[in-house]
Every structure is written in structure tokens, then in C-alpha cells.
Nanobody, 122 residues
Framework: VQLQACGGGLVQAGGSLRLSCAAS????????MGWYRQSPGAQRELVAR???????NYANSVKGQFTISRDNGKNTVTLQMNSLKPEDTADYYC?????????????????WGQGTHVTVSS
């Protein structure tokens, strides 16, 4: 299984970024997917998840700000991040879930990508 994330970078507060994650080695359409983030000294946080039926769920910290989506034809999951704030600075990881409708716990996810870094300057 390979999860290749890209799209991170440096952006000013209020700006937007779009992260993308390409999956291979799995039957993508059968797995929920998630985006995690981790900033220095903090625990890894699940910010968004998308289910096999396209349903989504977000952490309260990003609700209304981030949008997760999936393209089963291209085996990709994206995270559109708008109105970015300095506190959104983190390494962002995509993750493949064990289930079609994963929960928020790390045990629901079996593989993580290598991460892409997002820095939001004030």
C-alpha cells in the first residue's frame, strides 16, 4: 500500500491550500479515508474523514473551513483548506481506513502516507 500526499507549502493567513493523496495497492473504493495533522509537541489529530459512500465528518476545529472529497476513479482523496490560520500549521497525513465508515480513533486506520507540511504565516 502506498499513500502519496502532496500540496503542502507556505501560505499567508486567510489563504487556501489543496492537499491531494494518491493511493495505490488497495481497492480504494472499499475504504474510508482520512486526513490527520500533527504539529510539534501535539498529538496527531484526525481533521477529516470521508466514507465509501461519500459521507464526511470533520473535527470541530476545521468544520466549515476544510472540505474532504474522494475520487474513486483516480484513487485520490483531497483536502481543500480555506481561511487558513497559523494554528493550522502542521504536517498533514492521509490515512487509509480499515472500514468503509471509520471512526476517529487511530486503530480504525491501517496505513498512513508520508505527510506533507503546511505552514501558515501570520
Amino acid at each position: 500500500v502506498q499513500l502519496q500526499a502532496c500540496g503542502g507549502g507556505l501560505v499567508q493567513a486567510g489563504g487556501s491550500l489543496r492537499l491531494s493523496c494518491a493511493a495505490s495497492g488497495i481497492i480504494f473504493s472499499m475504504h474510508g479515508m482520512g486526513w490527520y495533522r500533527q504539529s510539534p509537541g501535539a498529538q496527531r489529530e484526525l481533521v477529516a474523514r470521508v466514507f465509501t459512500d461519500g459521507g464526511t465528518n470533520y473535527a470541530n476545529s476545521v468544520k466549515g473551513q476544510f472540505t474532504i472529497s474522494r475520487d474513486n476513479g483516480k484513487n485520490t482523496v483531497t483536502l481543500q483548506m480555506n481561511s487558513l490560520k497559523p494554528e493550522d500549521t502542521a504536517d498533514y497525513y492521509c490515512a487509509e481506513a480499515r472500514f468503509a465508515v471509520p471512526g476517529s480513533g487511530p486503530y480504525d486506520y491501517s496505513y498512513w502516507g508520508q505527510g506533507t507540511h503546511v505552514t501558515v504565516s501570520s
